[in-house]
């Protein structure tokens, strides 16, 4: 289950579904019921995912540094892979929205968020060696208690 993609960075995402987590108890007029579901839900996640969690703690802890561009890194990558996914849910998501400004802002964000991974990529693709010379070294040397 290691080489899973997810599962190295699943200490990050973790903590993001629990900053969600803590938002939603905030949120008025969500229903306790409905709260109560989602955090039983999330609960199930930490103690299913307990050991992966730990050790991503562990190697957060040895080199926060570079484990946070992993993340970066395969954020950026299940978010390209995800598009997939989210381009055919957005595009039914439009067809049946009653609301027509809503439905062209959807497709807005949508086309928008996409050509912002398309040209991260791009520009990812063919820089690559100097955009990890400047993230590994360069601003490593700026970050103190970089390791």
């Known amino acids: 289950m290691n080489e899973i993609l997810i599962t190295k960075s699943l200490f990050f995402f973790m ?9 939603l108890w905030f949120r008025p007029r969500v229903e306790v019921f409905w709260k109560i579901i989602a955090s039983l839900i999330f609960g199930f996640y930490l ?19 570079g484990f946070t561009l992993n993340f970066l890194k395969e954020f950026l990558v299940l978010a390209f892979v995800n598009l997939f996914f989210i381009w ?3 595009l039914v998501i439009i067809f049946y929205k009653a609301d027509d400004l809503g439905a062209e802002r959807l497709l807005k964000v949508v086309s928008l968020c996409t050509m912002l991974l398309w040209i991260l ?23 103190p208690y970089a390791k």
């Open 47 to 65: 103690w299913f995912f307990f050991s992966e969690i730990t050790q991503g703690l562990d190697a957060f802890q040895k080199e926060w540094y």
């Open 15 to 23: 903590i993001l579904w629990g900053i969600g987590m803590l938002l």
């Open 88 to 90: 055919p849910l957005s």
């Open 121 to 143: 990529f791009i520009l990812y693709f063919f820089f690559n060696k100097g955009v990890d010379n400047f993230l590994l070294n360069e601003l490593k040397k700026m970050i």
